[in-house]
């Protein structure tokens, strides 16, 4: 059973050229997809479209089998995959680490104590420990970056789509999130342009070019 699936999409965004055509893509339990592609050729559409934060102009989407049509079908399918944007600050809007990465479990109308344990163990993974009463506007970039992905790992998702996630890391926390990654996170869709990222992480891979998606070697 396909996690996502998109079959035949088409995407352009209005009084633009058409960026995807007839797109075919499925990430299923155990894949760790990486796709790589030029800038502008539509790897962030992508995923923003599997989330529904976009709409395709033709094509269908579904999500453990079951279509993606309303935003309510979109609503049930965002508690059972993440999604990590590639800029940081378009996720975090709390004004505690502590709250940012609590504001999903909570919204999920999940006991307060079961979720304060999440969110502990959320940041342990990543090496944030003790972060809980930090201020989120002082946090360095990889700070920052690795608090949105706790806030996903802390939804304990079924699979996660990461934008760009290493992106701006200094080595100490590009460690810690690689580590975490491979870890925590049994099936994920990545876009990067680091091709030994991918290598490492990754037991599939794809090139998105002229708005289709095509296998490469691993």
């Given at each position: 059973m396909d996690i996502v699936s998109?079959?035949?999409?088409?995407?352009?965004?209005?009084?633009?050229?058409?960026?995807?055509?007839?797109?075919?893509?499925?990430l299923s339990q155990g894949d760790r997809a990486g796709i790589v592609g030029r800038n502008g050729a539509g790897k962030s559409t992508l995923f923003r479209l599997a989330?529904?934060?976009?709409?395709?102009?033709?094509?269908e989407l579904s999500c453990f089998d079951k279509p993606l049509v309303s935003e309510k079908d979109f609503l049930a399918?965002?508690?059972?995959?993440?999604?990590?944007f590639q800029d940081s600050d378009d996720q975090l809007f709390c004004p505690t680490v502590f709250e940012d990465v609590a504001f999903?479990?909570?919204?999920?109308?999940?006991?307060?104590?079961?979720v304060k344990q999440k969110v502990t163990g959320a940041l342990e993974a990543l090496g944030l420990g003790g972060f809980e009463r930090r201020l989120v506007h002082q946090l360095s970039g990889g700070e920052?970056?690795?608090?949105?992905?706790?806030?996903?790992?802390?939804?304990?998702?079924?699979?996660v789509l990461l934008d760009e996630p290493s992106t701006g890391l200094d080595d100490d926390h590009a460690d810690r999130f690689e580590a975490m990654l491979l870890g925590n996170v049994p099936t994920f869709a990545v876009v990067s342009h680091d091709r030994d990222f991918l290598a490492r992480t990754c037991n599939k891979l794809y090139l998105l070019d002229d708005g289709r998606l095509t296998a490469l070697p691993t």
């Open positions: 998109l079959s035949g999409v088409d995407f352009a965004y209005p009084g633009g050229p058409q960026i995807l055509r007839g797109l075919d893509f499925r989330m529904g934060l976009l709409r395709p102009t033709r094509g399918a965002r508690r059972q995959i993440g999604f990590v999903g479990p909570l919204n999920l109308g999940l006991d307060r104590e079961l920052k970056r690795l608090t949105a992905l706790a806030g996903v790992l802390a939804m304990e998702p079924r699979a």
